[in-house]
């Protein structure tokens, strides 16, 4: 259990455990957690360490008394580090949140009353800009989540203000509230009895994409993942594993692949897989002709390791056998991402034909709370 033997929190959110999931982050604690404290009207705040070798768990005893500390047994990556401290945490509701977020007043309130007015919820996540001292780069969506997650036809993820690697200036053109594909892990708000009905994040994912998989979970299981622009929160991003580490596109590519394996409907699974191996020999040629052996390599071993567990995999499948189509799922683009960015050369959310999106978007849905629209925000 948790370190410290604290009173029972209260305020409005004292129903909400706030755990952040730190690995060698005494950097990004110092900095981070004083607004997290002064922000989070009563919920309890927890720091799960998975086994760091820097300060981090020295600091939080000098600095921050009132933080609850789990220590993992070692550095079990992001998605078991999250699904060991969870069986330890009694709340209503967890906020998952990287230990390089700085949130904003009044961050957690929009999301929990979210989730208290719309029983179907599971999940929802804020709108994600980017952290920097530039006031202009805190003005654009950050990679991790932006507006919002949206998967194409394929099971490539993007997000409302950010296509790629192209970030939008949040404009307020995605502050309405409304049904996604997936919730970034960065910040995530999630029932806690949904997370462990459906059993938390896949834990041969170790980390990137875990997020992805959990929120397609849901929705097959007929709960539902939203965003809500009424709340803002900045993001590093990249604070562990830099995008131009090999590690990280290997951890991209094989679960990427994993994560179709898993989740899509049967009728779709081989076309979709023959065609996201063929794109992926794309992408690693791509990587050898610039010279970059690294990533090129980082492929390679994705795709053994995939087929060489392919029997668990397999099992994960059969676990899960309800499987909605893409055309049923809010958040999916029917196109092709990659046709639409390389080929059409669309740049911005907006730019894709609204009319290609399955599901419900819930855009205006009169049973929205007056709160899930952002009108006394103070970030517009």
Same mark, same amino acid.
């Given at each position: 259990m948790a370190s410290k033997d604290s009173a029972a929190p209260? !305020?409005?959110?004292?129903?909400?455990?706030?755990?952040?999931?730190?690995?060698?982050?005494?950097?990004?604690?110092?900095?981070?957690?004083?607004?997290?404290?002064?922000?989070?009207?009563? =919920?309890? #705040?927890?720091?799960?360490? $998975?086994?760091s070798t820097d300060d981090s768990v020295a600091l939080l005893g000098r600095e921050f008394p009132t933080v609850e500390?789990?220590? $993992?047994?070692?550095?079990?990556?992001?998605?078991?580090?999250?699904?060991?401290a969870l069986q330890q945490v009694e709340a209503q509701y967890y906020m998952l949140l990287n230990s390089?977020?700085?949130?904003?007043?009044?961050?957690?309130?929009?999301?929990?009353?979210?989730?208290?007015?719309?029983?179907?919820?599971? =999940?929802?996540?804020?709108? #994600?800009?980017?952290?920097?001292p530039d006031p202009a780069q805190r003005e654009m969506f950050e990679y991790a989540g932006a507006g919002g997650g949206y998967l194409d036809r394929l099971?490539?993820?993007?997000?409302?203000?950010?296509?790629?690697?192209?970030?939008?200036?949040?404009?307020?053109?995605?502050?309405?509230?409304?049904?996604?594909?997936w919730a970034t892990g960065a910040c995530m708000f999630v029932r806690a009895a949904c997370w462990h009905q459906i059993g938390g994040l896949e834990p041969a994912f170790f980390a990137h994409m875990e997020e992805i998989d959990l929120c397609w979970r849901l929705?097959?299981?007929?709960?539902?993942?939203?965003?809500? !622009?009424?709340?803002?929160?900045?993001?590093?991003?990249?604070?562990?594993?830099?995008?131009?580490?090999?590690?990280?596109?290997?951890? $991209?590519?094989?679960? !990427?692949?994993?994560?179709?394996?898993? $989740?899509? =409907?049967?009728?779709?699974?081989?076309?979709?897989l023959a065609t996201r191996l063929v794109l992926d020999w794309v992408a690693a040629l791509r990587f050898l002709l610039q010279g970059?052996?690294?990533?090129?390599?980082?492929?390679?071993?994705?795709?053994?390791?995939?087929?060489?567990?392919?029997?668990?995999?397999?099992?994960k499948r059969r676990e899960n056998p309800q499987k909605r189509p893409t055309s049923q799922r809010p958040g999916v683009y029917q196109g092709s991402l990659v046709w639409a960015y390389f080929g059409q050369e669309i740049r911005a959310f907006s730019q894709l034909d609204p009319e290609n999106f399955g599901g419900d978007q819930g855009t205006n849905d009169p049973a929205t709370p007056e709160s899930a629209h952002p009108t006394n925000s103070p970030f517009h």
């Open positions: 209260t !305020g409005l959110c004292a129903d909400v455990a706030v755990v952040i999931l730190n690995w060698n982050g005494q950097k990004f604690l110092r900095q981070f957690l004083p607004a997290v404290l002064a922000y989070s009207d009563g =919920a309890r #705040i927890i720091v799960a360490d $998975n086994a500390v789990i220590q $993992n047994p070692g550095n079990l990556g992001f998605c078991d580090g999250y699904n060991h390089d977020v700085e949130v904003t007043p009044g961050w957690l309130r929009p999301l929990r009353e979210l989730l208290e007015t719309r029983p179907q919820i599971a =999940a929802c996540q804020p709108k #994600i800009r980017q952290y920097s099971g490539y993820p993007f997000c409302r203000g950010r296509l790629f690697d192209t970030l939008e200036q949040d404009l307020g053109q995605y502050d309405d509230p409304r049904p996604v594909a929705w097959n299981t007929g709960q539902e993942v939203w965003y809500h !622009g009424g709340s803002t929160v900045f993001h590093v991003g990249g604070g562990t594993l830099h995008k131009s580490n090999p590690r990280k596109t290997y951890l $991209n590519f094989r679960n !990427g692949l994993a994560l179709v394996y898993k $989740n899509v =409907a049967d009728q779709e699974l081989a076309g979709v970059n052996t690294g990533d090129f390599t980082a492929i390679l071993r994705a795709h053994r390791d995939f087929f060489t567990k392919r029997a668990y995999w397999k099992r």
